[in-house]
């Protein structure tokens, strides 16, 4: 299944059970990034989002990335 970031940032939110405003708040404690629920769901639905960003997004919710080769034929 490939996810943008937006899809995977709601995927997590949900499984979580938490919302876009919990999430900044959890953001702005966690990082020095300043971050608003506006500007946030801003950075996702234009695609501008950095990966930093969605590391950190990740992160803070309990996550890790983990990058598995795929299997050539």
Do not use: H, P
């Not at 938490?18 to 950075?43: A, C, F, M, P, W």
């Not at 501008?48 to 950190?56: A, G, H, P, W």
């Amino acid at each position: 299944m490939k996810l943008n970031a937006k899809e995977l940032v709601k995927l997590l939110l949900t499984k979580e059970a938490q919302t876009q405003k919990e999430l900044v708040e959890i953001l702005n404690k966690k990082t020095d990034k300043k971050y608003t629920q506006g500007g946030l769901s801003r950075k996702l639905s234009q695609g501008t989002i950095t990966y930093n960003e969605v590391s950190n997004i990740i992160e803070v919710l309990g996550y890790d990335i983990e990058l598995v080769k795929k299997n050539k034929l």
